[in-house]
């Protein structure tokens, strides 16, 4: 082997058995080790290395005759300065403390498989693989914007103690994990072995960072928590527990990196293939972990806007725990629900407790602070100060409790994060399922799908799935849209392996874009199948049968009707107000009875409940049920018999409640209105409405009547509302976009932010009092069964965080409870013409603390207060008004009726209520993402054809290179990226306390003046013009140039 190779094993083998010499097994060890080398100066330089460290060990300084020794044997200068590196204080992990974890002494275990490791790897020795191709260099890739692989983050230079952590958690992870694949790089480098017997993942480390011209460029990555820890293919083994089993001595360690230079991160030495992630634990393992507490499994959440970082919750319900790249996460996607495991205190991500909202930094080279030990015996150099940068909207740095020991403050008033990787999938959420383009890859045998979530990997395709001349005309289809599955993932590659479902069309149309949306969310929008449809009445027009209409109550004379959008098509929900004699008011809330034609375990109850929920786009509804259900006979449609659930009250005009009656009845409603008709009956009580103003109503029923209705409900309702926002509820409206479509070709036409009016407030009423009553009324038939709805109060340091950052802005806000929130919003936030728009983003400010509302079943929690919810601020609630669009609603339908004597009895367990109820949660959540991008779709679409459009803004988050605004004019929020505003000439930020400030300093048009000064804070009023992008469906928020003030 040529010179340079022997001098690299010299300094490269005493730093894998520094660790192991306190114990005399372990002085054993170091003979029989030095009894495999030729090399008599290397075995000089170990036994020189050896004392040494017995030398530390006891209290002394490192021996001087360290550095002779390595000059004897001519190591390279910029070898031999990583050397001090590689020799971590022995305090850090030492043998003993091996032990205590019940471990035995790794090396002296290597030992006993070193001699029939040997012959295996002298011989690939003879085949000419180099030591440097056996040192692989680990890289975390990610997707860029353009679909690229980079790295997550940045590398700043390496710094000696970053180095020397890194080389010493290398060590540690080894130590644990000794019987490892050649496939394995980097990570060993802490397993003692003889400079003739390194890996095949060793060679490429080293070619690696030849050509790098630099050692160990992973550190700083490690610097920056757990994506370091784990990418350098060393910490992401040091914290598993030992399993019963033994896994420690069989887990493949996983690699990959995060280096922008390492573009061979797939290509082991000679063609062997580097092991990219860890193999998963084993079931028993998991198992066993999670009873023990020393696992913890939750969904997790990728961040969209920097998606290297990834959170699951905490047991604890305080700060999310953090997952660092995409070695970390190791091959889980956004939704599923993972197993984890810490990573080291000190691995753990340092966050300041002064951040804003979305996370602080932005800075190219971004870096997160990791915890140094207190033993290191040299000084940190000084870093960059760069703030770190939390999660999405659900993630608010928050302070952590003094008390609690992972969240001690440290002096600068920064707090720890934990830090974790996966090690388990326990169910794959995500659809696997991905929209994206192709990329055509000259000499390989698949092409290149790049999805357009950058959250997801890029996938190789063969290019027997890629159309017929996609080889040679690659670009016809550059601007076509792909639907790709992954069908694998495997551990010794960055990238996924997939098939093409579906070519959708071209990208930034509205149909192949919506297409796109429902098949990644896995909405299903097939036709139903003949089975399903099967389970429908067959003899149409299909009318109530006279042994059901005899088990019913006869509302059908009564004035009932229905308050919808105008589009509305699928009516569920009706209403009807009666005056008594003694000045006391009928009233009813009634129901489709969906749960009469959706009976339990056939065909069509198994599509609705995999189905869950119905989903709303723009331009059209995916249904959960059929449509000749769902738009006709379960429908309330005007002027026909229904069969519905009803709920009647005797109520006082101020609203109080004297009695209830729930059962099956039958209604007949007289008029279908739109929100826009009650509106003006509301806003017109004395008129005489005629025929012309309204829909078709029931002769038998006259306008007047149904206005007198109206008005009613209308007064009913004001008073009822008012006593819920007194008794401590909560409301957070946050604007939402309308479009105007053409009919024909379903374009947007116009758009404008919908207003929620009295006549919307008015039916939200009823249905809260309606759901109270049933969820009340389920529970105490099935305590152990019902199906409810809790509401979370808010994560309590994400609030404490709000109300620092408000306190510090001078605005007076109570974060206390529920109801002194919503009188918080209430009160005036200056008297102008502005002041709503404060309110929409002090509330978007207040929603980012707020946790979800879930359906749960009643028998899955022991503790009643855990069934709150805390919006609502009432003990009980549940959904039963709109059973044609959910699911949970036919589940509690089927409650309500075997309660009442009048439906079957039920088949369920409460196992099988909560198993339900977790599947409605899921499929609630993707209906709602889907709404949103579909809403996005079309506002993209309208931007592109109807645009520039100028519109004030108000700024509602602030960091340190751009800032969140609130479109006014739209009610759209959007970034703005201050090195992307023309005219700029420079910006600067300043933070105090929690208040973040930019300071922008425009040019001045004029040259003999001074630059504008611009200076950007939360409330601040902007001019923005939303302009399309080059991409399909992209457009930004360009802010205007403030006018000049006139001297």
């Given at each position: 082997m040529d010179s340079p190779r022997q001098p690299k094993n010299q300094n490269r083998e005493p730093k894998r058995t520094q660790n192991h010499l306190s114990t005399p097994p372990q002085k054993d060890a170091y003979a029989r080790l030095l009894g495999q080398h030729s090399s008599s100066k290397f075995s000089l330089y170990l036994e020189q290395y050896a004392k040494d460290t017995v030398?530390?060990?006891?209290?002394?300084?490192?021996?001087?005759?360290?550095?002779?020794?390595?000059?004897?044997?001519?190591?390279?200068?910029?070898?031999?300065?990583?050397?001090?590196?590689?020799?971590?204080?022995?305090?850090?992990?030492?043998?003993?403390?091996?032990?205590?974890?019940?471990?035995?002494?790794?090396?002296?275990?290597?030992?006993?498989?070193?001699?029939?490791?040997?012959?295996?790897?002298?011989?690939?020795?003879?085949?000419?693989?180099?030591?440097?191709q056996r040192w692989g260099q680990r890289r975390d890739t990610a997707t860029s914007q353009d679909g690229d692989v980079e790295s997550g983050e940045e590398l700043g230079s390496l710094q000696p103690n970053e180095m020397k952590k890194n080389q010493k958690q290398q060590k540690k992870n080894k130590d644990s994990h000794r019987d490892v694949t050649s496939k394995e790089t980097e990570s060993s480098v802490a397993c003692p072995?003889?400079?003739?017997?390194?890996?095949?993942?060793?060679?490429?480390?080293?070619?690696?960072?030849?050509?790098?011209?630099?050692?160990?460029?992973?550190?700083?990555?490690?610097?920056?928590?757990?994506?370091?820890?784990?990418?350098?293919?060393?910490d992401s083994q040091v914290t598993r527990p030992k399993s019963p089993h033994g896994r420690d001595k069989k887990v493949q360690q996983g690699t990959g990196g995060n280096s922008p230079a390492d573009r061979s991160k797939n290509r082991g030495g000679r063609g062997s293939r580097k092991q990219v992630f860890e193999s998963y634990m084993t079931f028993e393992e998991v198992s066993h972990g999670l009873k023990r507490e020393e696992l913890l499994q939750g969904p997790i959440r990728i961040n969209p806007k920097k998606f290297h970082e990834a959170f699951i919750p905490s047991p604890d319900e305080k700060r999310d725990i953090f997952l660092d790249g995409i070695v970390s996460r190791n091959r889980a996607l956004n939704g599923d629900v993972v197993v984890v495991q810490l990573l080291p205190r000190e691995q753990w991500k340092v966050v300041r407790s002064d951040t804003d909202c979305d996370g602080a930094s932005e800075s190219d080279t971004q870096k997160d602070h990791v915890v140094q030990r207190a033993q290191k015996k040299t000084e940190r150099k000084p870093r960059p100060n760069v703030e770190d940068r939390c999660s999405d909207q659900d993630e608010l740095i928050r302070k952590v409790e003094p008390l609690e020991e992972p969240s001690t403050p440290r002096p600068n008033g920064e707090i720890l994060q934990k830090t974790a990787k996966v090690v388990y999938i326990v169910e794959k959420k995500h659809s696997r399922a991905v929209t994206g383009f192709l990329k055509f890859l000259p000499d390989k045998p698949y092409a290149m799908?790049?999805?357009?979530?950058?959250?997801?990997?890029?996938?190789n395709v063969p290019l027997a799935e890629c159309p017929e001349n996609f080889t040679s005309r690659p670009g016809d289809y550059t601007n076509t849209l792909f639907i790709c599955r992954i069908i694998d993932w495997p551990a010794d590659s960055n990238f996924a392996e997939g098939q093409l479902a579906k070519t959708l069309g071209q990208a930034g149309e509205i149909e192949p874009e919506t297409e796109g949306i429902l098949i990644e969310y896995e909405v299903d929008f097939t036709e139903f199948s003949t089975e399903v449809l099967d389970c429908l009445p067959k003899n149409l027009p299909w009318t109530i049968p006279p042994?059901?209409?005899?088990?019913?109550?006869?509302?059908?004379?009564?004035?009932?009707?229905?308050?919808?959008?105008?589009?509305?098509?699928?009516?569920?929900?009706?209403?009807?107000?009666?005056?008594?004699?003694?000045?006391?008011?009928?009233?009813?809330?009634?129901?489709?009875?969906?749960?009469?034609?959706?009976?339990?375990?056939?065909?069509?109850?198994?599509?609705?409940?995999?189905?869950?929920?119905?989903v709303y786009m723009v331009q059209k509804v995916i249904p959960m049920l059929p449509r000749l259900l769902c738009e006709e006979l379960c429908?309330?449609?005007?002027?026909?018999?229904?069969?519905?659930?009803?709920?009647?009250?005797?109520?006082?005009?101020?609203?109080?409640?004297?009695?209830?009656?729930?059962?099956?009845?039958?209604?007949?409603?007289?008029?279908k209105l739109s929100y826009d008709h009650a509106q003006s009956m509301i806003d017109a009580p004395d008129k005489m409405f005629t025929a012309e103003e309204l829909p078709p109503t029931d002769p038998e029923h006259p306008i007047d009547e149904i206005h007198q209705a109206v008005l009613h409900l209308h007064s009913i309702a004001k008073n009822l509302r008012a006593q819920r926002f007194s008794g401590g509820a909560l409301r957070l409206d946050q604007l939402k976009l309308a479009f105007t479509l053409d009919k024909e070709t379903m374009m947007p036409q116009g758009c404008y932010v919908y207003q929620y009016r009295d006549s919307n407030k008015l039916v939200e009423e009823f249905m809260l009092l309606a759901n109270i009553a049933t969820a009340h009324h389920i529970h105490s038939k099935f305590p152990q069964l019902a199906l409810l709805r809790r509401h979370p109060p808010p994560k309590a340091k994400m609030a404490e965080e709000l109300q620092e950052l408000c306190d510090q802005l001078g605005i007076d806000i109570d974060l206390s409870s529920a109801g002194a929130l919503h009188k918080s919003l209430h009160t005036t936030l200056g008297d102008d013409e502005y002041t709503a728009a404060r309110k929409e983003v002090l509330t978007h400010m207040c929603s980012r603390p707020m946790q979800m509302a879930l359906y749960f079943c009643s028998g899955t929690l022991k503790m009643k207060d855990l069934f709150k919810h805390y919006?609502?601020?009432?003990?009980?609630?549940?959904?039963?008004?709109?059973?044609?669009?959910?699911?949970?609603?036919?589940i509690v339908h089927r409650l309500l009726a075997y309660s009442l004597k009048c439906g079957p009895s039920l088949g369920l367990s409460t196992q099988d209520v909560e198993k339900q109820a977790s599947h409605c949660n899921e499929r609630k959540t993707l209906s709602k993402r889907v709404q949103e991008l579909s809403s996005e779709l079309f506002f993209a679409v309208f931007v592109k054809d109807c645009g520039p459009l100028d519109s004030e803004a108000m700024v509602m988050g602030v960091l340190d290179q751009s800032f969140d605004v609130l479109v006014l004019r739209y009610g759209v929020q959007k970034r703005v990226y201050c090195k992307s505003i023309t005219g700029l000439s420079s910006f600067r930020h300043h933070k105090v306390g929690k208040k973040s400030e930019l300071t922008l300093l425009w040019r001045p048009e004029d040259l003999n003046k001074a630059p504008v000064e611009q200076v950007i804070s939360i409330f601040t009023l902007v001019e923005v013009q939303l302009k399309a992008d080059g991409a399909p469906m992209k457009y930004s928020a360009v802010l205007k140039r403030p006018e000049e003030k006139e001297e």
């Open positions: 030398f530390q060990r006891e209290g002394n300084g490192p021996s001087t005759q360290l550095k002779a020794q390595s000059d004897r044997q001519n190591i390279p200068q910029r070898r031999r300065d990583q050397v001090p590196n590689d020799f971590s204080d022995a305090s850090d992990f030492s043998p003993s403390s091996v032990k205590s974890k019940g471990e035995e002494s790794s090396l002296s275990l290597y030992m006993e498989k070193l001699s029939t490791r040997s012959a295996q790897q002298d011989s690939e020795r003879k085949q000419g693989v180099s030591d440097r072995q003889s400079p003739n017997k390194a890996s095949t993942g060793e060679l490429e480390l080293e070619k690696t960072k030849k050509a790098k011209k630099k050692t160990n460029t992973r550190h700083p990555e490690e610097e920056k928590s757990a994506e370091g820890a784990l990418t350098s293919g060393v799908f790049s999805p357009v979530d950058h959250r997801v990997p890029r996938i042994e059901e209409m005899s088990k019913r109550k006869d509302l059908r004379k009564e004035c009932i009707f229905t308050i919808d959008p105008a589009t509305a098509r699928d009516l569920d929900d009706a209403l009807s107000c009666k005056l008594l004699p003694d000045g006391n008011f009928e009233l009813g809330v009634h129901i489709a009875d969906v749960s009469y034609f959706v009976g339990e375990d056939n065909a069509l109850d198994s599509i609705a409940s995999r189905r869950a929920t119905s429908s309330l449609n005007p002027l026909i018999d229904r069969l519905t659930f009803s709920v009647i009250w005797k109520i006082t005009p101020e609203g109080k409640i004297l009695s209830e009656w729930f059962g099956r009845s039958v209604i007949r409603s007289c008029v919006a609502l601020n009432v003990p009980l609630y549940t959904h039963f008004t709109s059973p044609i669009r959910r699911y949970a609603d036919i």
